[in-house]
């Protein structure tokens, strides 16, 4: 909610004024150190016992997310035609794999064995979908309009 609340107050209502390419490098950025998802698969960094089924994809699904950021961000910043293309793959595999990584952390009980990782569940994920969101709006084109719990505010 205090990621929501600050995209709220801060992002959200100069969305409209900023371009593709003033938004996006931030967030890219950002979601770049997804490769930080790799501490679910280290010793040390969870407790024994952390379900593999919830390790293997949350870990890989966050480094394939990485990867796709930063080969987005270059393609942003350099203004490739597909830069866009590139921001909306990375956008759907990086929201999938968040949505999946709580699926399987809840279907398997893995948060008793995040030990020293769990503040990416209780930090990282909760900024990384907010920004999923501020980046469908984005990609979405309509920055004129912003939807915010049901309701359409124009400017």
């Known amino acids: 909610m205090v990621f929501y609340a600050a995209a709220r107050i801060y992002v959200l209502p100069k969305l409209g004024g900023w371009s593709f390419r003033t938004v996006m490098p931030p967030i890219l950025l950002l979601h770049s150190?997804?490769?930080?998802?790799?501490?679910?698969?280290?010793?040390?960094?969870?407790?024994?016992?952390?379900?593999?089924?919830?390790?293997?994809?949350?870990?890989?699904?966050?480094?394939?997310?990485?990867?796709?950021?930063?080969?987005?961000?270059?393609?942003?910043?350099?203004?490739?035609?597909?830069?866009r293309v590139l921001v909306w793959v990375f956008n759907i595999e990086g929201t999938l794999d968040l949505t999946m990584a709580i699926g399987l952390a809840t279907a398997y009980g893995a948060p008793v064995y995040m030990g020293p990782a769990y503040w990416i569940p209780a930090f990282w994920v909760p900024a990384l979908l907010v920004t999923h969101y501020i980046t469908f709006l984005v990609l979405r084109g309509d920055s004129s309009t912003v939807e915010w719990s049901g309701a359409t505010r124009r400017r």
């Open 33 to 83: 150190f997804r490769h930080l998802g790799l501490m679910f698969l280290t010793r040390g960094a969870t407790y024994p016992g952390i379900p593999a089924q919830f390790a293997y994809p949350a870990a890989l699904g966050d480094l394939v997310a990485a990867v796709l950021a930063f080969v987005s961000l270059v393609a942003v910043v350099r203004n490739y035609r597909a830069g």
